[in-house]
């Protein structure tokens, strides 16, 4: 899933949550390559959750990086 900017656009917002997630494959939220900040993704399990991969919230060029929230609660 992907929510990743072009140009130099910002990346979007990815929220993943329910009371036991399970999230596999890739996670992005890339900033456009032409210094587009990186955006946001929220993991979230009430009772558990398992993250396959690492997700990516990286700025392009001179763009900043994003957030990730790991969110184990709600």
């Given at each position: 899933m992907n929510a990743d900017g072009v140009g130099?656009?910002?990346g979007g917002d990815v929220t993943l949550a329910g009371n036991k997630l399970i999230a596999?494959?890739?996670l992005t939220a890339r900033g456009g390559?032409?210094?587009g900040s990186g955006g946001f993704i929220e993991t979230s399990g009430y009772e558990a959750?398992?993250?396959?991969?690492t997700p990516d919230v990286s700025g392009g060029g001179q763009g900043r990086d994003g957030l990730w929230l790991i969110d184990?609660?709600?």
């Open positions: 130099s656009g910002a596999g494959g890739s390559e032409e210094d959750f398992l993250i396959d991969t184990p609660y709600n």
